[in-house]
């Protein structure tokens, strides 16, 4: 027969092996209620576990307001990651710098939670690297967060995470949709081509170095395309970088 404390250690051991296991137990952590897991949270759950596998590079969630997207993403999802890998950096935005900062807020309470540290005892937060827009850990990861028009300056990431970047009453606005992709094209999508610029290379001189071709190249550049590893790694070669110095 299976004591309560051999029963504890196969719930942590679950959750720390399955996202939407700790999901669930992790939610009265955040909010004083139980988390009822309708089929969306399934799949979303299903989807963040091949995101962090590489399955899936780049991924869209759409679904209306109070159904848990920014819990399952913003919050949960980065405490795991950061869980699983101490060393993990992730970047979080939103529209404006007060939500970025109380979704962070939401997530430092969930990884300080007595139960979050049982189940993670490699993950020691930075007491100096704590602050408002950031969760740091001495293993060097953190959970930086940030709001759209902000730079993010000598910022790498394994993960970047955007969450409502657009105000409900500006989604239908040109002007907040086009200064919103004009601020992810600038800031997420330019590190090779200020590398580039820096040697005082071409478009065309850096794709024939990379062995890609020149289009691919300016894709990358302006945000039309996402990359997969191979091609980072491709990106990465003339500057005789790895691929993850590379989007340092």
């Known amino acids: 027969m299976?004591?309560?404390?051999?029963?504890?250690?196969?719930?942590?051991?679950?959750?720390?092996n399955d996202f939407r296991s700790?999901?669930?137990?992790?939610?009265?952590?955040?909010?004083?209620n139980l988390l009822d897991p309708a089929r969306h949270i399934d799949i979303i759950c299903r989807l963040l576990e091949k995101v962090t596998l590489g399955i899936v590079?780049?991924?869209l969630v759409c679904i209306p307001p109070r159904h848990l997207k920014t819990?399952?993403?913003?919050?949960?999802?980065?405490?795991?990651?950061?869980?699983?890998?101490?060393?993990?950096?992730?970047?979080?935005?939103?529209?404006?710098?007060?939500?970025?900062?109380?979704f962070n807020a939401d997530?430092?309470?969930?990884?300080?939670?007595?139960?979050?540290?049982?189940?993670?005892?490699?993950?020691?937060?930075?007491?100096k690297k704590q602050s408002a827009t950031e969760i740091g850990t001495t293993s060097g990861?953190?959970?930086?967060?940030?709001?759209?028009?902000?730079?993010?300056?000598?910022?790498?990431?394994?993960?970047i995470i955007i969450d409502d970047p657009l105000k409900a009453n500006e989604a239908h606005s040109p002007t907040a949709r086009e200064s919103c992709i004009d601020w992810f094209n600038t800031t997420v999508h330019t590190?090779?081509?200020?590398?580039?610029?820096?040697?005082?290379?071409?478009?065309?001189?850096?794709?024939?170095?990379?062995?890609?071709?020149?289009?691919?190249?300016?894709d990358i550049e302006r945000g039309r395309r996402n990359p997969t590893i191979t091609v980072v790694e491709k990106l990465a070669q003339p500057?005789?970088?790895?691929?993850?110095?590379?989007?340092?």
């Open 22 to 32: 700790f999901a669930i137990r992790a939610f009265p952590v955040v909010e004083p």
């Open 57 to 59: 590079l780049r991924a």
């Open 2 to 16: 299976t004591d309560a404390l051999e029963l504890r250690q196969i719930v942590d051991q679950l959750c720390r």
């Open 191 to 218: 590190r090779s081509r200020r590398l580039r610029e820096v040697r005082g290379w071409s478009q065309e001189g850096y794709a024939d170095r990379a062995d890609i071709h020149r289009t691919y190249v300016s």
């Open 239 to 248: 500057f005789d970088v790895t691929a993850s110095q590379l989007l340092d």
């Open 141 to 159: 990861g953190y959970r930086f967060a940030t709001s759209i028009g902000a730079t993010l300056p000598g910022r790498g990431a394994d993960i």
């Open 71 to 102: 819990y399952l993403i913003s919050i949960a999802y980065t405490a795991w990651l950061l869980g699983k890998n101490p060393s993990a950096r992730i970047i979080c935005v939103s529209y404006g710098a007060a939500l970025a900062e109380k």
């Open 107 to 127: 997530t430092l309470k969930l990884m300080k939670s007595p139960w979050y540290k049982r189940i993670f005892p490699g993950t020691i937060l930075d007491p």
